[in-house]
C-alpha cells in the first residue's frame, strides 16, 4: 500500500526527493536552499538541460557524490499566479510516475512562492491526492511479477510550511480516492468474477460505513413489472439484481427528497442475440462502469460523511446469447407500463435503465436523479475520449453538472435532446423499439430514457462509453479502468446538495 503523509520542509538529505519549479526556472524558498546545500546542482542542471519549469516537464539529476540522496527530481508548475488545485493533482501525479523506479520513500517539496494561486495547504493536499490517484494498479491476477516489476514507492511525504492544514484537507480527498479505487477495482475485474449476484456483495460491504445496501433478486423485479431489465438477463445464467444503497447524511431533515443516481450495470455485454462481433469483445467487461461509478460515489460520499441524502440504484444484469436469451422481435413491458419491442438486443443498457429509472423515481421521489452509462458506441464518435455526453431536461442541473465536472476535471458536453428524434424509435407494434437508427444514436438513446422520467423529474444522463476505460497513463490516472463519475458526483453532491442543505 501507498501512503502519503504530510511534513514540515527541511532539507532532504536521503532516499529520493521532487521539488517543484516554476516558468523561468525559478526556484522557491526551499529549492534555494537545497540547491545551496547541494552546491549549486539545481541551477547547473537547469542551465544545461531544456527544462524550463513549464507545467508537465520533470528533470531528474543525478545527485553529488557527497550527498545520501538517491535521486532528486524537479517538477514544473508554469505559473505560480495560474496554478490551481487540478494542477495540483498533475504535479503530485507525475511525481509519482518519475519516481516509481526503484525510490521506497521520498519527499515532495511543495516550493513557497509569493505570488502562488492558491493557498499552500490546498496545493499540497492536492499534490498528495494526485499522486495517490496515479498510484493505482490492479496486478491481482499477475502472480508472476518480478520485484522490479512492482511499484517499489510505499510512502511520499509531502513538505509544506502548513502541513496540518495539509492533512486535514487531505484526509476528506483521500475518502474520495478510496471510492475512486473501488470503482477501478470493480471495473477491472474480469465477468467471471463480478456478475450479478458478486457485484451486488461489493454492493453490501459500503454497509460498514453506515450506507443502508437492500438487495433486490429476480422474484422481486418480477413482482415489480422490470420486464425489460430482466429481459435482458434472461440468457444468462447469472441471475439479475438490482441494488440500493442508501446514504442518509442530512442531520437536519431526514424526509428531504434525495438526490438519486442511476448505473447501468451489465457485467458482459455479449450483445445477446445481436451478438457482437468478437475483436474487442472482452471491453464488454466495462459495460458495468455506470454502475461501478454509482457504488465508488457512495463509497466516497459516506467515507467523507457528506451532509446530505444520496441514493444509488444499481441495474446488473449479464447480457448472454443462449436458448432462453431474448430474440430480436420481442416485446417486453416496462414497470412503468410502457412496453418495448426489442429489435437489437446489443442496445440492452437503455433496458435496464428504463426499470431503473423508473423504480428509482417511484419509490424515492427524487429531488435530482442522474443516470451514469456505457450507453453507445455513437457518443465515442461525436465525443471521442475527452468529453462525456451529458443529456438533460433542465437547464440549471446540467450547469451544475457541467461545473462538477470542470472541477475534478471530469469534463462533460452538452449533447441536445428533442422530441423530433423521437420518432426515430416509434415502433408500428408496441409503444417503441429500441433503437433509433445510426444517426444520432446517443440522442436517440437518451430520447429512449427520457420517455421513462416523469414530467417533473429533474433528470440527467451520463453517457460515458468513451470516459470508463483509457488505453494510456494520464497524470493522475493509469491506463484501464478510470472510475470516470465518482469524483463528479462526489463533488456535485459537495456544491449542489450540502451547499443548498446548509441554506436550509
Ligand atoms: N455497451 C454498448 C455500448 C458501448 C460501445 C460501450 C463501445 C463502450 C464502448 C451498448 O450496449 C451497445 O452495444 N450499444 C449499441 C447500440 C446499438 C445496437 C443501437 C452500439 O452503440 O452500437
Ligand atoms: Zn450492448
Ligand atoms: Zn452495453
Known sequence: MFKVAFSLPSIPTKNAAVITVAAGQKLGEEG?????????VLKRAMASSSFTGADKQTLVIVTPAKSRLTRLVLIGIGDPSKVDALKYQ????YAYAALSGKDVQAVLIIDHYKALALSAEEAAANAGFGARLRSYRFDKYRTKLKPDQKPSLKSLVVMTAKNIKAKEIYDRLDKIADGV????????EPANIIYPETLAEQCITLKSLGVQVDVLDEKQLKKLGMGALLGVAQGSVRPARLVVMSWQGDPKETSKRPVVFVGKGVTFDTGGISIKPAPGMEDMKWDMAGAGAVIG???????RKAKAHVIGVVGLVENMPSGSAQRPGDIVTTMSGQTVEVLNTDAEGRLVLA???WYA?????PRFIVDLATLTGAIVVSLGHEYAGLFSNDDALATQL???GKNVDELLWRMPMSDAYDKQIDSPAADMKNIGGREGGSITAAQFLKRFIKKNTLWAHLDIAGMAWQAKDKAVCPKGATAFGVRLLDQFVATSCEKEDEQG
Open 297 to 303: 460515489a457512495l463509497k466516497a460520499i459516506a467515507g
Open 402 to 404: 457541467t461545473n462538477a
Open 32 to 40: 534555494l536552499k537545497l540547491d545551496r546545500k547541494l552546491g549549486g
Open 355 to 357: 426499470d431503473a429509472l
Open 361 to 365: 423515481q417511484e419509490k424515492f421521489n
Open 90 to 93: 498533475q504535479i503530485g501525479g
Open 181 to 188: 479505487f473501488f470503482t477501478r477495482d470493480l471495473v477491472s
